[in-house]
């Protein structure tokens, strides 16, 4: 049990910052200091129902007969009116301590939570493309935002109180144990056993439970997210009810881990209150038996039960923030992988710098292979691309066309051949300079629920957003009469969540505008018009025509319109380059280019 707390904490500390760190410290003689003024205050009571009790304690008593000389009182009756008020002080005082305790640990784990949720995100974003394509979105929401919480509220929170409660309990117990020894050590014997017997029998039943509880709570939000984005198929297709039986499974399952753990932290509180306070009363049965004076012993039992009001929700908050922890480890092991992993985290913060682009892009001998799949997706590929030339890929669903933009964008590195950007080899340590020089457009355009201006700026903060180069983007995607003539606040429309107040068209528009506001040496068009029909297909690649001007042009497609006009045709076929040729070329010589042309 011991071992696995210092495991705990010591992940727990590799996610602080130094500063973080010092904090914790802080807190930790703040819990000192407060335990102190908390026994302190007990302590007091002892001696003052004493002298309540025999007023003549004040002659008798060395260091309070001191204390009646220092301050010159005039009678013993104001002496233990002063003795009152100041224990009544110091009980205030101790509280005191603990509110301000209470608020410092609270502003301190919320404060990480801010903090963890932000370097997650940062992680996450960090990484390269291929690792999304492993690991599922809500999944990392869910961390983000829900798992991070838990993390800081319901482990981190019950650790310093853990903490915090033993420093309190030890000192109580050794204060009860200097007055009564025997009494004290049965009591601690009866009491502390029961609550680590209870602790060592439930750990693993906890921990499992909270393995549990993350795996539904992932499959919560994963189901939530499956319904709610494909809300279209969802309602087309009737399938509502599917997805409320999927969640209610997994939601019954989490409910199920949260109300065993809870119950589980609880329950030992009632018995053994029961039988503390029991104890209490029997104390006062057998020392009104062994002792004639019974006024001698309502101190002892003052301290007693007045110990047991503050020791025994201390031990409490031992056991449930013990259960607590065993049942969110699964959590902190979970978020300790991620966020201790800083592989690709220099990269994300240092500057990048275009990487230079006046010659050409070439693709020697390249193979790749997805992670975890044996069947290389790309084969052997070599092609150049000139600055300045349109190139299109055709090919049919699964022939690897997409993959082979994806390489040349940089988002993929090859495990085999080599990528050259002007005779630079391309790794992963510059692509993100070579990806400064490219602007992409792909099928489905993702719209957040914002202005039609900032969907354009994508992702720049809105006092760095160039508005003169949001309207020259628009012209040059001909959406600029749209927005300026049919919308009544032109660039500031709110569009709705995912665009839905627009048209394909509109969408796919914005789309290219976003793209074109970074002013790209190279456009990538995936697909980026296959959704639309004839007549807006039409319009939107005269739109692209117009904006391509002098950058390079590479586009995926299905309808060989799109490509017409390309310098060069690539057709890709089982991850290799079948054929190349201009459209009239491949028209006349590729029967596959005539079918797919539908003129055979």
């Not at 009116?81 to 224990?87: K, S």
């Not at 009544?88 to 990480?112: C, E, R, Y």
């Not at 020791?311 to 449930?320: A, E, G, R, V």
């Not at 993929?412 to 990806?435: A, H």
Request: charged fraction near 20%; aromatic fraction near 8%; charge should be neutral.
């Amino acid at each position: 049990m011991r071992i696995n707390v210092l495991s705990i904490t010591k992940k727990i500390s590799q996610l602080l910052n130094r500063r973080q760190k010092k904090q914790s410290i802080a807190l930790l003689g703040l819990f000192v200091v407060m335990s102190l003024f908390q026994v302190v205050g007990v302590a007091a009571i002892f001696p003052f129902v004493n002298l309540v009790m025999d007023p003549t304690l004040v002659e008798t008593n060395t260091m309070l007969h001191t204390l009646y000389e220092m301050f010159s009182f005039s009678s013993s009756q104001s002496f233990v009116t002063a003795i009152g008020l100041a224990v009544f002080v110091l009980i205030v005082v101790s509280n005191a301590i603990s509110a301000l305790t209470l608020w410092a640990k609270t502003k301190f784990v919320m404060g990480l939570n801010h903090t963890l949720s932000t370097k997650l995100l940062s992680h996450y974003l960090s990484k390269s493309y291929t690792f999304f394509l492993n690991r599922n979105t809500s999944e990392m929401s869910k961390n983000l935002i829900a798992e991070v919480f838990q993390l800081t509220n319901n482990l981190l929170i019950p650790l310093f109180d853990l903490v915090a409660n033993s420093f309190m309990v030890l000192l109580l117990v050794a204060l009860l144990l200097s007055t009564e020894f025997v009494p004290t050590l049965l009591a601690m014997l009866v009491i502390g056993g029961s609550y680590a017997l209870i602790t060592y029998r439930v750990k693993k039943k906890v921990k499992n439970a909270g393995v549990v509880r993350l795996n539904a709570n992932k499959e919560r939000y994963k189901v939530t997210n499956e319904a709610l984005s494909g809300i279209k198929a969802t309602k087309l297709f009737g399938r509502e009810q599917y997805f409320i039986d999927k969640f209610s499974n997994s939601s019954q399952r989490f409910t199920s881990m949260e109300t065993y753990v809870r119950t589980t932290s609880e329950l030992p509180r009632y018995f053994l209150e029961a039988l503390a306070f029991g104890g209490i009363i029997l104390l006062v049965v057998i020392l009104n038996l062994v002792q004639e004076n019974t006024s001698e012993i309502i101190p002892l039992v003052s301290l007693f039960a007045f110990a047991g009001y503050r020791l025994l929700p201390s031990l409490q908050k031992i056991f449930n923030s013990l259960t607590s922890i065993y049942f969110n480890q699964a959590i902190l092991d979970a978020l300790h992988a991620d966020l201790t992993d800083a592989s690709d985290m220099e990269n994300l913060q240092k500057e990048v710098k275009k990487l230079s682009f006046s010659q050409k892009i070439v693709l020697d001998h390249v193979t790749f292979f997805y992670p975890k799949s044996g069947i290389p997706t790309i084969r052997d590929i070599s092609l150049t691309i000139p600055k300045q030339s349109s190139i299109g890929f055709v090919g049919t669903t699964g022939s690897g066309k997409t993959t082979l933009v994806d390489i040349l964008m940089g988002l993929l590195i090859p495990q085999e051949g080599t990528m050259y950007i002007d005779g630079v080899v391309l790794d992963s340590q510059n692509c993100r300079s070579w990806q400064r020089n490219i602007a992409y457009v792909p099928q489905d355009i993702f719209l957040s629920d914002d202005t039609i201006g900032k969907n354009i700026a994508f992702g720049i903060p809105d006092d760095c957003i160039d508005h003169a180069q949001v309207r020259h983007a628009s012209q040059l995607a001909s959406l600029d009469v749209f927005i300026e003539q049919d919308l009544v606040h032109g660039y500031d429309t709110m569009i709705g969540e995912r665009g839905v107040r627009l048209s394909g068209g509109q969408r796919q528009r914005i789309g290219l505008a976003r793209a074109l506001y970074r002013n790209p040496d190279v456009l990538v068009l995936d697909e980026a018009t296959s959704s639309l029909d004839g007549e807006t297909e039409t319009s939107v690649l005269s739109s692209i025509k117009q904006a391509s001007g002098d950058r390079t042009l590479i586009t995926i497609a299905h309808r060989l319109s799109t490509v017409r006009d390309c310098d060069v045709i690539y057709m890709v076929d089982d991850g290799r380059i079948v054929d190349f040729g201009t459209y009239d070329s491949l028209l006349s010589t590729n029967r596959h280019f005539m079918k797919m042309a539908k003129l055979l």
